[in-house]
């Protein structure tokens, strides 16, 4: 818990640093670019997560597959290494994506399904979360069958399980409290 208070301090901190010197969009595609490589590169990630090697090390490391990064990148780089907090780039690099989102009127909404949506479907639930919100929406489907059918629906904090699993365990409840 510690660890994602300080990885979105830090996330904060960058971001207003990269809008103060008009260079957050740069920033934010240094940092999905930090978080793309560190979800698909497991070895990578568990390198800087380690505790036994050194924070020297893992600089250079980052230094060397980052290099084309922009310089307030670099130096935030050099931050953590100084503070001892390079296990939290890959919390940072997320929170700083999503931070910058909502800066920009952007907000992720995360569909939840049994099977995969179709785009009709996805048209749908764009226009109403974007109704509801007010801010331009981008939807993440993730397919869980253990929902048996329908959808849960999440947008920043809040959610909506028109699940058929959901509604069975709220049978479940009120046969057992009777």
């Known amino acids: 818990m510690a660890g994602s208070r300080a990885a979105i301090r830090y996330a904060k901190a960058v971001l207003s640093l990269a809008t103060e010197k008009q260079v957050a969009e740069a920033i934010n595609a240094d940092m999905a670019l930090i978080a793309k490589t560190l979800k698909a590169s497991s070895e990578l990630d568990n390198v800087l997560k380690n505790a036994i090697i050194k924070s020297e090390a893992k600089k250079a490391i980052l230094n060397q597959v980052f290099s084309e990064v922009n310089g307030l990148t670099a130096e935030l780089f050099k931050v953590l290494d100084a503070n001892k907090r390079l296990n939290l780039i890959h919390a940072i690099a997320e929170k700083y994506t999503e931070l910058y989102d909502i800066q920009n009127g952007k907000q992720l909404a995360v569909v939840t399904t049994a099977v995969a949506i179709t785009t009709d479907m996805e048209a749908k639930v764009l226009a109403k979360v974007k109704a509801l919100t007010n801010k331009e929406v981008t939807l993440n489907n993730i397919v869980d069958p253990a929902i048996i059918g329908g959808f849960v629906l999440r947008v920043g904090d ?12 709220k049978l479940k409840r009120e ?4």
């Not at 809040?158 to 365990?169: D, P």
């Not at 046969?175 to 009777?178: A, E, H, I, M």
């Open 175 to 178: 046969f057992t409290v009777n």
């Open 158 to 169: 809040m959610q909506y399980n028109a699940s058929i699993v959901n509604k069975l365990n």
